[in-house]
């Protein structure tokens, strides 16, 4: 039995801490929303593709090397690649080629793409924090808003157990001679109404749970449950730490927006350096090695006495014809092998510079030159502007928060005073000197008081959590 016991203990303390591990509190949903949107994984991928671009630029400075070859057979009238000499003979022929160029001097246009290029790498990871930022700000008001609806739906069914129990006092009563049945009647139609806005108010919740795991790109078939953290012990920053000028400063240097626009700026700096380099000659320097094979190629061997002597022509002196001789000879004709073609005779070196200069056209460099600067125009009407809108949202921010903690301060005041007067109504419906509708009233009212403090709670945190965020203090409960 001691034995039995135990194991429903450990089994009751294994399935605790798994429920636990199963919960969803803000940090996971932000993480698993950062590992898995899609819009988050679109921008990485953005990303990776400029990082691309900039190992690309930095390549350029580098020798490029290149190598071909080709082979065939030639029918009919041709041209020896060997001798480069017509021939009808049908010839079997294979040429290599080995090349390599670099850019000596370009006026530092290379230097300039590749500054462009890694400024924008950094841009476009910048871009990709601040994609991460806006769904972690998105997931942050989910997440508030289920948790919301969860506390409301919580107080609509607390709703309904007080009603419950003041109904079963009443029939009590009833039963007893002590009140009419109308009483009990009226608790029967609050309870009806209290279980329908119950109804009404978990169906919210289910749409706001539904969208959470929308957002987090979640099946929603998936088991989710959030942690419902105790929202008086939700860390917040005190208002007076928060005046818009100064979070509007930080801002500035930590949001990726501002960062992001500033980085473009500097991009295109690069691109006008690059632009106006592009006008001027670019010096390089080349190498080639190169050799052919073919099949009717010949090589003189040498050449040997036939014994015998040739008639070089008649000379006629004095009436009598001489005869010029030459001794007769032949030469040998080898035809040589496959490598001694390709790696001795016909083998060829060359190298040198070479002076790229720009005369004529059609205005495209200098078109070019001028785009890029009308560009850094529209990248600094671009960031005045993101800057403005950064500016108004907080303020926008500062104020809302205001009026939110405002809200909720007399949200508070006014549930108290709610609550206080049920506990009066109770007293003096309980001595039956209250009728069960002004219960029933004050009961309401005293619900849709805590409703309105719930909510005004919520809200007030939110718009503290923007502040943070514009802060630079990131998103966390």
Not at 452 to 458: E, G, P, R
Request: proline share 3%; net charge positive; aromatic share 12%.
């Amino acid at each position: 039995m001691k034995n039995f016991l135990l194991a429903c203990i450990l089994l009751l303390a294994t399935s605790k801490i798994h429920a636990q591990q199963d919960t969803w509190d803000l940090r996971r949903c932000v993480e698993y929303a950062i590992a898995n949107n899609i819009s988050v994984k679109q921008a990485d991928v953005t990303a990776r593709t400029f990082a691309l671009q900039a190992k690309f630029a930095r390549a350029q400075i580098y020798p490029n090397v290149g190598f071909n070859t080709s082979g065939g057979l030639n029918f009919g009238r041709s041209v020896d690649p060997t001798s480069n000499q017509y021939t009808t003979n049908s010839v079997l022929f294979q040429s290599y080629n080995l090349t390599s160029g670099v850019t000596l001097f370009n006026f530092f246009k290379l230097r300039n793409d590749i500054k462009a290029a890694e400024a924008l790498q950094g841009a476009n990871e910048i871009n990709l924090n601040a994609v991460r930022n806006n769904i972690s700000l998105n997931v942050a008001a989910s997440y508030l808003q289920y948790l919301l609806a969860i506390e409301t739906a919580n107080a609509a069914k607390l709703q309904i157990q007080q009603t419950q129990s003041q109904l079963s006092n009443t029939r009590k009563l009833v039963d007893a001679g002590s009140m009419p049945e109308l009483n009990a009647a009226q608790f029967e139609a609050q309870l009806a109404t209290d279980s329908s806005s119950y109804i009404t108010d978990q169906g919210l919740a289910d749409q706001q749970k539904i969208a959470l795991m929308g957002l987090l790109n979640l099946d929603a078939a998936t088991p989710f449950e959030v942690s419902v953290p105790d929202v008086d012990k939700i860390p917040l920053e005190a208002l007076s730490e928060m005046q818009p000028a100064d979070v509007y400063q930080r801002a500035l240097s930590t949001q990726p927006l501002q960062r992001f626009d500033s980085l473009n700026i500097v991009v295109q700096q690069f691109k006008i350096r690059s632009a106006r380099s592009a006008m001027y000659p670019t010096l390089g320097a080349f190498v080639q090695l190169g050799s052919n094979y073919a099949s009717t190629f010949r090589e003189f061997g040498g050449a040997y006495s036939t014994g015998k002597y040739d008639t070089l022509g008649v000379v006629p002196v004095n009436g009598t014809n001489y005869y010029a001789l030459t001794p007769g000879f032949g030469t040998f004709i080898s035809k040589p092998s496959y490598w001694r073609q390709i790696g001795n005779i016909n083998f060829s070196q060359a190298f040198g510079l070479q002076l790229t200069v720009p005369i004529f056209n059609n205005r495209a460099l200098r078109t070019n030159y001028e785009s890029a600067k009308l560009n850094m125009e529209t990248y600094k009407l671009n960031q005045q502007q993101d800057n403005l809108t950064l500016q108004t949202n907080v303020y926008q921010a500062y104020s809302s928060s205001v009026s939110a903690m405002q809200k909720y301060n007399a949200s508070t005041k006014a549930y108290e005073i709610d609550e206080y007067a049920f506990e009066l109504a109770k007293k003096r419906y309980e001595i039956g000197v209250l009728s069960t509708i002004d219960y029933i009233t004050t009961q309401t009212n005293m619900f849709k008081a805590k409703i309105d403090q719930l909510s005004a709670h919520y809200d007030y945190v939110f718009k503290m959590k923007i502040l943070e965020f514009y802060k630079g203090q990131g998103v966390k409960l």
